[in-house]
């Protein structure tokens, strides 16, 4: 027992227990630089940090064997060779290294901002989560899961950064149909009341400096009704889906309480012949 107590494994273990002390605080550090410096360099730096820390007590633990130390010192003799084989060993991991400091110099995006990026052939639309060394994480806004894109690959697609600034909004288009025996102006003037109202769109629009009414326009004429469509406006994309959702609801209970205004259904008229040939007579089926 004393002979294990002083052999080179209390020793390895000495060093991970410094280790895991040392990355704690390079936590901790880290954590109180993100609050007063740029999330996405400090997120990059840290992981840097990280990754220097293990390596270096790694080798330290590694070169308490001594066959370990001669191989070592053997290899870092032929420098030449040495950068040879990891340039081919981690020839991707160096790849996305390199584009991670890429994005952080010119910086595209920062930790929480909303992106939409296309990755082979798949379009991915979500948040920042986190920029490492070798990927951007993002959680996607349909699933929200984590996607994990290589920062070789992030930094070679075309983004589309839709932070809110302040002055940036998004629109989204609501569609919805009435029936040909409903009031169409009336069903025009309600829809556009009901979106401006919104808590939402009103202060997207306030914000803005938009004072015209909501434009409703007819989409088409389809078999069973009138397409109607008018745009809402919101800050983000979640505020413009909370919003179409409330909207439609209270055009529901709106339209419910209107005798000339309903929503179009899938309906046919059937026309019949009376037996003196003359007149028609219609009749509508549901």
Known sequence: MAQFLSSKYVEALIFVAVMLGILKITGHIFTALKKKKNNSVMAFLEGIARALIIIAIAVRILNLWSGFSKFSSQILMSSSLLVVVLGFVFQEGLSNIVHGFILLMFKPFDIGDRVRITVDGSELSGYVKNINLRSTEITNLVSSATVIVPNAKMDTVMIENMHYEGDNYNTGLLDFSVTYESNLEKAIRI??????????????????GETRPVGVIVRDLGDSGIYLRCSVLTHTAEENYQACSDIRLDLYHRFSQEKDVDFAYPHMQIVKESSAGTNLERKKVN
């Open 191 to 208: 829809a556009s009341d009901t979106v401006a109202q919104h808590p939402l769109v009103k202060k997207a629009r306030s914000d803005k």
